[in-house]
């Protein structure tokens, strides 16, 4: 019994030095970029051996990421269109999901492997043709256009994901709702996805990260100032000569900070939603 | 596209020129460089599929049972899950970086190495390297669809088991393995295409350098686009998607072929 | 039942994103026309080689216009340097609205060849600037099939920048000739203190270090021309990359990543190696005049010093002449008003200032007399360079083939191989020689 117990420590201690090391290195990189914001000068920056800890602390990256450059712009856009890329993916995906969901219809199992297939195609590929497109339909430059073709690359994934839910959720439910006399629809929004809520805040947040992270898209379809959005604005960082490292650092965080919270809010959504059903295919 | 020479240098001189852009790939100028970026493909994907896989597994299980400040630190290791592949990228290239990356000084003081070595300049480590950041990329996504098939798992059966006197590796395989069987392989599908098609970190640490010696085919793709040559592009990205509908027809195949053994 | 549910699902669908698209086309057509009812214009003008400190420098001057000229506004657009090229080939194939756009000695022959851009001599020949123009920005001008398609800004000049305070410590003398550079960079390298002689260019657009070497070995006049760099006066179609000094110099170029260089040059690019030099790893840097804005910004004046381009073993010392300026587009929609932008952004008051902010050699040879900064300090190194046209020669490679634009993206691999060891002087110089050869069977003479 001694032995036992002397294992289960042993065992203990192994999962929690694991556990440790795991964080170190994941959280590591994020501590690194933190540090390089905060030292002020390049001879800091690229001293070698390495110096961990700034000799100054100093916010001089991020006010000039804020007041130089037009970053506080480039962040409301990217709300925008993350924000509309969320809303509008979800709201089709739940729509388009319950459809294959409860319904039997040929060509059912083609159009998951359809969805499927859009995630095979390299993105980079289709943007020439696209700006061409948008050219000519003169949609170019537009915040809307770009938190369009932002719904429209997320909505295979909310389709896939919304699914699972919806197999998750018994029919029962709804038809019981039915009965006292609600539509189909006003079943689905009053019933069902209050029901599904952790599934759908899943589904969000994804379509917003990845909406907020896009860069190539958001490159090529975007020219004026106003209307870029962070990923852009970093890119530019990256200059002939060098990359502003400091300020690089800088804006990586200030992006990364409602990433991050939106993540701490809903983590707990993501993993109990998708244990609902997201992924039983 | 990828039939005609389509390239924006001479707009006047875009023509069919059937497979042209394929035999280039396969056996023509560009046969090199497209073979060395087909088995780095393979490299890319199977090498950081695996240890995603396996470290993403192993943390799911240790997260299973919850312990004091478990959601805390399952937020926290979620984190990379959040950024972009271009800022990851662009994270691991200064931490890699051969003069003043913190990698090397970390290496130099625990001293393994005794001077500062340039791992994205070397042929021999650069593949590796992006290989690294995209596995530390890629964990988190293995951990929270594996913690959520986890807790989706009935507690009566290991309940059952325990009265069985069942150990642990039995329990694992006879228990949390089938039941969580659909997840990981549908997580694995949607994951090794994903990884096929994410040239992003290599683009913004490598660029495919040195030599090519880091490209994948995506990452090839990319570079043909910047030169613009939009028929090459169209070759590579066309042949992406067979090799990858080929793969998913396959894996369907055999997945469901495991299913109905059962 | 089940298909009326169907069509009424997509026709949800339809009518959500008919109605996102009702929305982008209502506020584009406000914030896209170029000249709206009260006659106004606006000049939009796209750059490539971006970065914050020049859109502002273009800015002042555009705003300086907009001043004298009412009714017309000015936009720059600015994309992220790392993908603007390929961005401007897309703009410009979609005749986006852009009247003005940079162009690279790189971009020239693209932008020509498909018409994307027009001839100038209608405005150039009424230009009473015209006649301050230096040789240099006359011959730039025209170097596309003899026709004005760009006026250039400056000229991107190299020069090697080196540490005066390591130098003088280790008791050495100021670089003249590569081999100068090789010996001070042996004793200057320190691996384990990570220091190093000299900051290589292995990555993008590293060949261009390696072009002047061979240049420098053979001399400019064994050249066909020496705006096609890469064939003798042979004739021929023949290419340097047979020649016996030309493998010399290859082998010179290697030594000198092999043994005074970092290993981490072999991928660095612009960025790196100008970094390298301003944080402390290296000691010397052959660049461009832009780098003298970086280095006075972020390094003590007692830190660094300038010298100009080193000599090879044929006694010249030949630089790329590199230059970019800005074209008209030819579906511009006011042609004259951007054109008119286009002279007066040249002229040589502006194109002085521009110069002294962004750091290139000025286009007007009034532009010392205009500002002692052109006479005196660090640029008056080019000012003497260009007293002695005997030693000091400037080539470049044969960009007006359109094999060009493939080579570039692929013999930066080549030589990173050759580099590593991956394949052999040999092969490295066959390749070169049938790419050049095969180009030139296929586009013939075109200099």
Not at chain 1, 6 to 31: E, H, R
Not at chain 1, 255 to 281: C, D, R
Not at chain 2, 128 to 154: K, Q
Not at chain 3, 85 to 98: E, H, P, S
Request: aromatic share 14%; net charge neutral; hydrophobic share 45%.
């Amino acid at each position: 019994m001694k032995g036992h117990q002397a294992s289960k420590a042993i065992g203990k201690t192994i999962k929690y030095l694991f556990l440790s090391l795991y964080l170190i290195i994941v959280i590591f990189p994020f501590l690194w970029m933190l540090l390089t914001s905060l030292k002020s000068s390049q001879g800091e920056i690229y001293a070698f051996p390495v110096r961990y800890l700034p000799q100054a602390p100093s916010f001089v990256n991020y006010s000039s990421m804020l007041w130089k450059g037009n970053f506080s712009r480039y962040m409301l856009n990217s709300f925008i269109v993350s924000g509309i890329a969320g809303v509008g993916s979800v709201f089709i995906g739940i729509l388009a999901a319950y459809v294959i969901s409860r319904y039997r219809f040929k060509g059912q199992g083609a159009i998951l492997f359809f969805f499927l297939f859009t995630q095979m195609i390299p993105m980079f590929i289709m943007l020439a043709p696209l700006y061409q497109m948008l050219s000519k339909m003169n949609m170019l430059n537009n915040i809307w256009t770009l938190a369009l073709l932002y719904v429209n690359m997320m909505i295979p994934f909310s389709v896939v994901t919304l699914r699972g839910f919806f197999s998750g959720v018994s029919s029962t439910i709804e038809e019981a709702a039915q009965i006292d006399g609600c539509g189909r629809l006003r079943a689905l929004f009053n019933v069902i996805v209050p029901i599904m809520l952790p599934g759908i805040a899943a589904t969000f947040i994804f379509a917003f990260i990845n909406s907020w992270n896009e860069l190539f898209m958001a490159i090529m379809f975007i020219d004026v100032d106003q209307f870029k959005t962070i990923p852009v604005g970093l890119n530019a960082l990256i200059l002939k000569y060098d990359i502003k490292w400091g300020e690089m650092s800088a804006g990586a965080i200030m992006a990364l900070v409602p990433t991050i919270i939106l993540f701490s809010f809903a983590q707990k959504y993501m993993v109990e939603g998708l244990s609902a059903g997201a992924v039983k295919g | 596209m990828a039939f005609q020479s389509y390239n924006l240098v001479n707009i006047n001189n875009i023509k069919w020129i059937g497979f042209d852009n394929f035999t280039n790939l396969f056996s023509g100028s560009e046969q090199d460089d497209f073979k060395l970026a087909l088995w780095n493909t393979v490299k890319w994907v199977f090498i950081s599929l695996a240890f995603q896989f396996l470290i993403g597994f192993a943390l799911a299980l240790l997260l299973k049972k919850k312990f004091h400040g478990s959601a805390v630190y399952q937020g926290l290791i979620f984190f990379p899950w959040a950024v972009s592949g271009f800022l990851i990228g662009i994270m691991w290239r200064w931490m890699f970086n051969g003069t003043s990356g913190v990698i090397n000084d970390i290496l130099i003081r625990m001293g393994i190495l005794d001077q500062p070595f340039g791992f994205l300049a070397n042929t021999s480590t650069s593949l590796a390297s992006v290989i690294v950041a995209n596995i530390w990329y890629g964990i988190p996504f293995f951990t929270i669809m594996i913690t959520a098939a986890l807790r989706g798992v009935a507690p009566e059966l290991y309940e059952a088991a325990d009265v069985d006197g069942a150990n642990v590796f039995i329990k694992f395989f006879k228990i949390t393995v089938p039941s969580i069987k659909s997840v990981l392989m549908l997580t694995v599908l949607l994951r090794v295409i994903w990884i096929f098609n994410f040239p992003d970190l290599i683009y913004s640490m490598t660029n495919g350098g040195p030599g090519g010696s880091s490209n994948i085919i995506t990452s090839l793709m990319m570079q043909k686009v910047q030169s613009l040559d939009y028929g090459a592009a169209s070759a590579i990205g066309l042949l992406c998607i067979l090799f990858l509908s080929v793969y998913t027809i396959i894996y369907l195949l055999f997945t469901k072929f495991t299913d109905s053994e059962e | 039942m089940k298909t009326r549910k169907v069509a009424a699902f997509l026709a949800t669908i339809m009518a959500v994103s008919s109605t996102f698209v009702g929305c982008s086309n209502g506020t584009n057509s406000s914030s896209n026309n170029a000249q709206d009812n009260s006659g106004n214009v606006t000049i939009t003008m796209v750059e490539s080689l971006t970065s914050p400190e020049r859109t502002a420098v273009l800015r002042e001057i555009a705003d300086k216009y907009q001043e004298s000229h009412k009714g017309v506004t000015v936009n720059i657009i600015s994309p992220p340097l790392e993908n603007a090229d390929t961005k401007i080939t897309q703009m410009l194939q979609a005749q986006q609205d852009v009247d003005i756009v940079e162009v690279r000695d790189s971009t020239l022959t693209q932008f020509a060849t498909n018409k994307w851009i027009a001839a100038l001599e209608k405005y150039v020949d009424q230009w009473d600037e015209k006649d301050t123009l230096t040789t240099s920005a006359k011959e730039a001008m025209k170097t596309f099939q003899n026709t004005d398609y760009l006026i250039p800004y400056g000229f991107y000049h190299r020069a090697i920048f080196y540490r005066k305070d390591w130098f003088q410590k280790a008791g050495l003398e100021a670089p003249k000739t590569w081999q100068d550079i090789y010996d001070a960079g042996k004793k200057l390298t320190d691996a384990s203190n990570s220091k190093y002689g000299y900051s290589f260019r292995g990555g993008s657009s590293g060949y261009q270090y390696a072009d002047t070497l061979y240049w420098s070995y053979i001399g400019v006049e064994e050249l066909a021309n020496p705006n096609a760099g890469y064939y003798t006066k042979e004739g021929n179609g023949k290419t340097i990359f047979t020649l016996p000094k030309v493998k010399e110099a290859l082998h010179f170029y290697k030594s000198l990543f092999k043994d005074v260089s970092p290993k981490d040059s072999v991928a660095w690019g612009f960025s790196e190696m100008v970094q390298g030099f301003v944080g402390g790893t290296t000691a010397m840097l052959i660049q461009d005049p832009e780098v003298i804005a970086t280095c006075s910004s972020s390094m003590k004046d007692d830190e660094w010093d300038m010298v100009a381009f080193p000599a090879g073993p044929s006694g010249e010392a030949v630089s790329p002449n590199g230059f970019a300026g800005w074209g008209l587009t030819s579906f511009s929609k006011h042609p004259d008003q951007a054109a008119d932008f286009l002279l007066f952004l040249s002229n040589s008051e502006n194109n002085t200032y521009f110069a002294k902010k962004y750091s290139t050699i000025p286009i007007h040879s009034d532009a010392a007399e205009k500002d002692s900064y052109f006479s005196t300090g660090k640029f008056a190194l080019y000012l003497k360079t260009e007293e002695q046209p005997d030693v000091y020669k400037y080539a470049i490679q044969p960009q007006m083939y359109e094999a060009f634009a493939q080579y570039k993206t692929e013999v930066d691999k080549k030589y990173q191989q050759y580099l590593n060891d991956t394949i052999t002087d040999d092969q490295l110089l066959k390749w070169l020689d049938e790419f050049w050869t095969e180009a030139y069977k296929a586009e013939g003479k075109k200099w």
